[in-house]
């Protein structure tokens, strides 16, 4: 046991049989200097206020006493992890533990937590650093000294995609009236449409737009999903008319129908003869079938599943923000289940949020091939290129493989903090988002 103060140090043996607090085959330390002359060290003016200057024993020093008398000719490897996980060797101030024994450190090994390893989390608090994101319990990892790996030129810089064509000047104004139920989908489709050309992205729009339609063929058959769903259905029609027709004939062509028809009562078919077009609405191939932001119409039925395996902690706690966040926002408590706790019959008619990534989630590991999930330990490969970043994370939405008639929404990053936050990237009309 080795102190080190600024002009003195102390050094115990225990080939000399040099131990301290009668705990011998023990060493312990913890902040609280044992030797005398580095605790005069804070006490150069002997003239000055008067100060107890020994030692004596603070509570973690009883707490390190304590075990010892308790595990005494026991005290291995795993007496690491109980000690670090007993409070107060556990505390508010906890960031980290580490454990190795001679065998380990003779390979250069050491077990190492990043956060408390009691799966406490330890939040920031208010009025301090703006960018601290708090420090979310990973599990104890395995660490090892390896030889530096040959130097690699870096990755080239992807492209930047073409930037999409603005129709914001183009678009027509005015709004119809259907004149049936079978009108719907061009009085409701063409308003849906008129704003996805105003999006940022209008491939994308789109693409959610077909995921939307997929979804609700699988939904019930009830007054909401056949208005969304003749809705969509124009959208996508009119998207593939303005491609037939090329966008100077099919711009021009709703500013004189809207034009003409302003506050008026229409039929889609009076459209379609002034577009010398059929409606010819082709079915989206198969594909995704839930948007991430689906699930906030299915709360009432949903819950969520937490892994307890790695990073069990992080994922309790994001867990419970998860739920808070819907409570207060939608006034649904949606239940928290942690992931040995729940069964295929529990799950089978449910919309299911899992939250951390498959190797520490055994829930959602199990229904990772079902649902396209292609997540090997802390890095995931979706859209054929793989993400192994620790400040990636995932958000993921798709079918649940035992009713396709509700969805799994996965929440998982490839280390504790980026599951923790990625929940506040917030849901999106996507089947999924990578967060960076």
Request: aromatic content about 12%; glycine content about 8%; overall charge negative.
């Amino acid at each position: 046991m080795y102190e080190l103060g600024t002009n003195h140090s102390r050094l115990w043996r225990s080939s000399k049989n040099e131990w301290f607090g009668d705990t011998p085959g023990f060493y312990w330390g913890d902040n609280n200097a044992k030797d005398l002359a580095i605790r005069l060290e804070t006490q150069p003016d002997a003239h000055g206020t008067p100060e107890y200057v020994p030692y004596v024993p603070a509570i973690r020093d009883l707490a390190w006493q304590d075990l010892y008398r308790l595990y005494r000719g026991q005290i291995d490897e795993q007496f690491g992890f109980l000690a670090f996980r007993t409070a107060p060797l556990v505390s508010a101030s906890t960031m980290d533990a580490k454990i190795a024994t001679a065998d380990m450190a003779s390979r250069l090994m050491v077990w190492a937590a990043i956060g408390k390893p009691n799966q406490r989390e330890w939040r920031p608090y208010p009025g301090g650093y703006a960018k601290n994101d708090g420090m979310y319990p990973s599990g104890y990892y395995l660490f090892r000294g390896e030889p530096s790996a040959k130097h690699s030129e870096p990755a080239p810089i992807p492209a930047k995609p073409p930037e999409q064509a603005s129709y914001k000047d183009r678009l027509w104004k005015g709004w119809i009236l259907p004149a049936s139920d079978a009108d719907t989908w061009f009085a409701a489709g063409s308003v849906a449409y008129y704003r996805a050309l105003q999006s940022g992205d209008l491939a994308q729009t789109l693409e959610a737009r077909r995921t939307m339609y997929r979804g609700l063929k699988l939904g019930p058959d009830n007054p909401a999903n056949r208005f969304r769903l003749e809705e969509t259905k124009g959208v996508l029609f009119l998207d593939s008319l303005r491609r037939k027709l090329g966008d100077d004939r099919f711009f021009a062509l709703m500013s004189e129908f809207f034009a003409a028809h302003a506050a008026a009562t229409v039929t889609a078919q009076s459209f379609l003869d002034k577009a010398g077009m059929p409606f010819d609405f082709a079915q989206p191939e198969d594909g995704p079938a839930y948007l991430l932001n689906d699930i906030y119409r299915r709360l009432p039925g949903a819950l969520l599943v937490y892994g307890t395996g790695r990073e069990a902690g992080a994922n309790r706690y994001a867990a419970e923000q998860i739920q808070s966040d819907l409570l207060d926002d939608y006034e649904s408590a949606v239940p928290i289940y942690k992931d040995f706790e729940i069964s295929d019959d529990l799950l089978r008619h449910r919309d299911v949020i899992f939250i951390g990534r498959p190797e520490a989630n055994s829930a959602l590991a199990a229904w990772a091939a079902g649902i396209g999930l292609d997540y090997p330990g802390a890095a995931f490969r979706i859209d054929g290129a793989l993400h192994a970043s620790e400040r990636e994370a995932l958000l993921l939405a798709a079918t649940n493989p035992l009713d396709p008639a509700h969805m799994v929404l996965v929440v998982a990053g490839n280390t504790a903090l980026r599951t923790v936050k990625a929940w506040s990237a917030g849901l999106t009309q996507t089947d999924h988002v990578i967060i960076k």
